[in-house]
């Protein structure tokens, strides 16, 4: 099971980089992210990294309330037209996707889409049996 | 076994007390004309111990305001000779003239019998280690617990307040059972246990905790007792009236038994002055009845509470109030509506993933009054889910509103993330451009 990194993040100035700077000094990297908002006061930084189990715990004992969320990484093809197949595929299951984000894998040629949606493991299941690629745990995190 | 500190007076029957309180009404008034202030205050409305006849008679008197303690610092209050006296206790008057009370020997020997017998009422014996982690010093809520600790003869832990980690380690190191606290603090207090891996309810002796100093909700109470697997009383004093051991609640919980033997309480309508029937809220006005130094007659507190008109299962015959519902002066107004801090902390408590602070901030934009309120969320509450965090606000909105009938702007922020006093909460902000 691959897992992001969901933070409780205030809308002030300098908040986002509180994190980044905990993670430099626990020299935590930072693969993919993403930020939602959806009013003015607060919203959820979600994360990529390495170790996410590490990161929840060292942004808790930081007094960032954080938790690990189940996702699943989805290969696409790393050129014009790879999200929309991939979307395409999706939308025949009738997965609705809550939160998206990608990141380009190093080989040139992949990428991976991280989905968050509800009912995470049901839907895990029927991505797989409808034959799209999942990527390893260990191509998300960037661990070899 | 002893089931009061002092049973004769505590207990008797209402009639007897009410002529007990006249006949040291009447002294106390002889005592205050020694003061320049009450002195000529009376000679001009031809007022004197005679003037009593049944305590009843208090409502003849004028009262006494904070103000008449400004206007007469720091001796104008003073009724006996300054080499008589033997502590002062002072607010820290840093905006504004500060508010001094002067004590001899014998009112600090009657002090300490309260706070005692307070301590008593709650179940606490001279078994107990009592770690008081109220600030010392001018503070009353220091000097004034230790001597009655010290009376009781329980073992006293004079902590003060802050260093939570020291405190911990106290508690841990002597065995603390008991303690005292202001509400606040204790909130933070658990958050210092947790982060050092310790849980209270597993990790010390605590039994019995004392919170006063600043009003707070039954909830908030609740709260405290579930967090430290303790049970918490709650304390009422004020330093005009000595501090605490003023009004306090019994092992029964049911209210704060003021000690009618050594105060007049009243509660009045705070525009009309008139009392209000029992069981209604209105400011409180308080009367000195065993002092000698600064006697105060008729003190408006700004406290507003009310007689609770049930007797208490303790069998002790002096009247109960209710938890401070506010001050007077606390109240703000905004769009035409009166709002008390405690209506909103209120409503906060009783929602299960509000953390332990939040402030309410009042500021103008564009020629209207706005209220936002900050909410600190409990440890845990956060699920990584927007949309459960978007309802949790609604929620707060839609809950303040009911209860204040104006719609706030409602911000959640991080567990622990307002600042932190060691002193009474500060939680009302008003930034507004006054017209």
């Known amino acids: ?144 | 076994m002893k089931r009061y500190w002092e049973e004769e007076l505590e207990t008797l029957p209402r009639k007897k007390l009410e002529e007990l309180q006249a006949e040291r009404l009447k002294k106390t008034i002889a005592q205050a004309m020694q003061s320049e202030h009450y002195k000529k205050l009376y000679a001009e409305k031809g007022l004197s111990p005679d003037s009593i006849k049944h305590i009843e008679d208090i409502r003849k008197l004028p009262f006494t305001t904070k103000q008449d303690l400004r206007d007469n610092f720091p001796y104008g209050l003073l009724s006996t000779p300054k080499k008589d006296c033997v502590r002062l206790h002072s607010s820290s008057g840093t905006t504004g003239t500060p508010t001094v009370i002067f004590h001899n020997q014998h009112d600090l020997n009657s002090w300490a019998n309260l706070v005692a017998r307070s301590l008593f009422s709650t179940g606490i014996r001279d078994t107990d280690v009592f770690q008081n982690m109220s600030g010392y010093g001018l503070f009353t809520g220091g000097l004034g617990f230790q001597y009655g600790i010290e009376r009781l003869g329980a073992l006293s832990i004079p902590a003060a307040a802050g260093n939570s980690i020291r405190q911990i380690k106290l508690m841990r190191d002597y065995g603390t059972t008991a303690a005292h606290a202001i509400p606040s603090y204790l909130g933070y207090l658990y958050e210092v246990f947790e982060s050092e891996g310790l849980d209270p309810k597993k990790d010390t002796l605590l039994k019995r905790m004392i919170i006063g100093a600043e009003p707070h909700t039954d909830d908030t109470r609740k709260r405290i007792e579930e967090l430290f697997g303790i049970k918490a009383f709650n304390s009422y004093g004020l330093s005009e009236m000595n501090g605490p051991g003023v009004a306090f609640e019994c092992e029964h919980q049911t209210g704060l038994h003021m000690w009618e033997d050594a105060f007049v309480a009243e509660i009045v309508n705070p525009q009309t002055l008139e009392p209000v029937p029992d069981g209604e809220i209105g400011e409180l006005v308080m009367t000195t009845l065993d002092r000698q130094s600064m006697p105060i007659i008729r003190y408006r507190t700004r406290d507003l509470t009310r007689f609770l008109p049930v007797e208490c299962p303790c069998g002790r015959t002096h009247r109960m109030i209710d938890r401070i519902a506010g001050r007077s002066d606390d109240m703000f107004i905004i769009k035409g509506c009166n709002v008390f801090p405690m209506q909103i902390e209120g409503v906060l408590m009783k929602i299960p993933e509000v953390g332990n602070d939040y402030r309410i901030t009042l500021e103008t934009e564009n020629n209207n009054d706005t209220i936002t309120v900050e909410v600190e969320m409990r440890k845990g509450a956060f699920k990584g889910d927007l949309e459960e965090l978007n309802r949790l606000a609604r929620r707060i909105t839609h809950d303040i509103r009911d209860e204040i009938l104006v719609k706030p702007e409602v911000k959640l922020v991080e567990n622990n993330s307002l600042p932190k006093s060691e002193g009474k909460a500060v939680r009302v902000f008003d930034n507004r451009i006054i017209h």
């Open chain 1, 1 to 144: 099971m691959i897992y992001q990194v969901s933070t409780f993040l205030e809308n002030k100035p300098g908040y986002l980089r509180r994190i980044t700077t905990l993670f430099k000094r626990e020299n935590i990297n930072i693969r993919a992210m993403t930020l939602s908002a959806t009013n003015t006061s607060w919203g959820i930084l979600s994360l990529i990294v390495p170790d996410p189990e590490k990161a929840c715990k060292t942004l808790n004992d930081n007094g960032h309330s954080s938790v690990l969320r189940q996702i699943a990484a989805l290969e696409i093809e790393d050129k014009p037209g790879g999200l929309d197949a991939m979307l395409e595929k999706l939308e025949s299951l009738g997965i609705n996707i809550e939160n998206a984000y990608a990141r380009v894998v190093n080989d040139g040629e992949t990428a991976f889409l991280v989905v968050d949606t509800h009912d995470i493991d049901n839907a895990a299941q029927r991505i797989q049996e409808a034959g799209i690629t999942m990527v390893s745990k260990e191509i998300v995190y960037g661990i070899k």
